[in-house]
């Protein structure tokens, strides 16, 4: 059985109240305690007023939203439920006074959502609240800084439930667009039916193979198999630390260009311009290394030539694959193809675009939640001559991941783990294997338009994840013709995460260059 939550979006009295999935209670263990913040950048200064008054007719009307979580039972045997509570919106919205000619705001915002983490979220009130702060900032006017509990809902449910609170800029009344997958037809031909057949067999022979190596590597991660230590890496405990959280805007479009001359995916450009960030960023850091005298081999490992990486570098992420297999009320990630973890599969259903109150009036069966598993991918961390390298690699890698069930057998050990053993095993599993890789990377599909934040135009979106045992997490937020790189970075052990993200701009920039120089593209600007 999946870990996540099913909830039927209902007001029912019936519904008042509902147990914790086990996704939601081990994200609440003790040293697995997960938030997101998602950042809301405004082209406008915000309205207070009107941000409440759109929230009341909207958010608060969601049952996990006007929730909070109640502990009953003893030290031995506690019973944790979701119980509809009254939301006084005071208790939710912060408004701080703030000097709008302040110095350095850009860094003020930074260091605001830093202090933000350092207090947990109150239990005896429903898990999130929104900072509204009217500072006018490099790419905005206004930040509105969301901050809510993973136990509420993965990414794929978080998202879509805001983007549920804009409107198109265009047309007030109309929600925003997400992109279709296109499917592909079928071109099965009678005739070639024995080499189907043959073709068939042989993805399934694949798919059983890829499986069993993926979860013996998940066990072994689990149990012993670490990644090496690089400057990227974190030490125990690193979930403690106070993180920090920087982003940057790059070019979509550029993006679309790469994967429309190589014939991939957004998914695999982007994790390819990620590994040759990360490339850039940790050469830069060896070569720090060696000029403050330490030795120029690691773990018997030696550097590459014409470069200061270390040869053989095992540097793991997880990925968060949404499970979902049909449409409903997420708009991240691919419900048909768990593998395809940072691109949108759907658009909104036809009954979702409408007010959030006839939504959850008409009782729609939707998997809301944390319907998600974990699929642990390699890097490839080196310097390539030719920069086209980084997305190929990231492709095959990507492509042959496709070809498993990890994310299902992963969501379905830590279920049965919880079942048998209870929450603090089930845990003890994630947070180990997450502890012995180096980062996650995750990926959300924004608006194809532009949209506004109950009449506030939106000029950015910016997602962090913070409370897993990572000292980086990267994630991807689409936003008309923007990407938005979010970085989550724990600064004792990455003090410069702005030249990480520079590292990944100028990436995309020369895999760019290298497209339109070798002729795969025409007619570019």
């Not at 950042?39 to 309205?47: A, E, P, W």
């Not at 605001?112 to 009130?125: A, H």
């Not at 500072?135 to 993973?150: L, M, N, Q, Y």
Request: with cysteine.
């Amino acid at each position: 059985m999946m870990t996540g939550d099913h909830v039927k979006a209902s007001r029912s009295s019936h519904h008042d109240e509902e147990p914790l999935s086990p996704a939601a209670r081990f994200f609440q263990a003790p040293r697995f305690n997960v938030y997101i913040i998602a950042i809301v950048g405004c082209k406008t200064r915000i309205n207070t007023d009107v941000v409440k008054a759109g929230l009341e007719q909207t958010l608060v009307k969601h049952p996990r939203f006007s929730s909070k979580m109640v502990v009953d039972g003893n030290k031995y045997c506690k019973n944790k439920k979701w119980t509809q509570t009254k939301v006084n919106l005071e208790d939710h919205i912060i408004v701080p006074e703030l000097d709008p000619n302040i110095d350095f705001p850009d860094r003020f915002v930074e260091d605001y959502v830093s202090n933000v983490t350092r207090t947990p979220l109150d239990l005896s009130k429903p898990l999130w609240e929104l900072h509204l702060l009217n500072i006018k900032t490099s790419d905005a006017e206004a930040v509105g800084v969301f901050r809510i509990h993973h136990s509420m809902g993965d990414g794929a449910s978080l998202i879509s439930l805001l983007l549920a609170c804009t409107r198109k800029t265009s047309d007030p009344e109309a929600l925003p667009s997400v992109p279709v997958k296109k499917r592909a037809g079928s071109t099965f031909n009678s005739r070639d039916g024995f080499w189907w057949f043959f073709l068939a067999i042989w993805m399934l022979l694949r798919l059983i193979w890829n499986t069993m190596v993926d979860v013996l590597l998940f066990v072994a991660t689990t149990l012993f198999l670490k990644d090496m230590k690089t400057p990227i890496k974190g030490a125990p405990g690193v979930e403690l630390n106070v993180k920090k959280f920087v982003h940057q805007t790059v070019s979509l479009e550029d993006i679309k260009l790469v994967k429309n001359a190589m014939n991939m995916t957004v998914n695999d450009v982007v994790t390819g311009i990620t590994q040759a960030g990360l490339s850039r960023y940790l050469n830069r850091r060896y070569i720090h290394s060696s000029c403050t005298g330490e030795e120029k081999k690691l773990d018997g490992r030696v550097k590459q030539s014409n470069s200061n990486i270390p040869k053989g570098i095992r540097l793991r992420t997880v990925i968060l694959v949404n499970l979902r297999k049909s449409a409903g009320i997420q708009v991240a990630h691919a419900p048909n193809d768990p593998s395809s973890s940072l691109s949108v599969a759907e658009t909104y259903p036809p009954e979702f675009k409408q007010d959030m109150a006839d939504m959850m009036a008409k009782r729609l069966k939707t998997r809301w939640g944390n319907l998600i598993g974990y699929m642990f991918l390699p890097f490839t961390i080196s310097l390539q001559d030719d920069p086209l390298d980084y997305v190929r690699k990231a492709k095959a890698t990507i492509d042959r991941k496709k070809l498993s069930l990890e994310p299902i057998f992963t969501s379905m050990c830590i279920g049965f783990a919880f079942r048998i053993f209870g929450n603090k095993v089930a845990a003890a599993i994630i947070r180990r294997a997450l502890s012995n890789i180096t980062m996650a990377i995750s990926g959300v599909v924004g608006a194809q338009e532009e949209i506004s934040f109950y009449g506030h135009p939106i000029a950015y979106l910016a997602p962090f994840v913070y409370g897993p045992p990572l000292s980086l997490v990267v994630n991807y937020q689409s936003y008309v013709n923007k990407m938005t790189i979010s970085l989550t970075v724990d600064p004792s052990v990455i003090p410069d995460p702005y030249e990480l993200c520079n590292d990944i701009e100028e990436s995309l920039k020369l895999i760019r260059h290298a497209v339109v120089n070798k002729g795969l593209i025409k007619d570019v600007v």
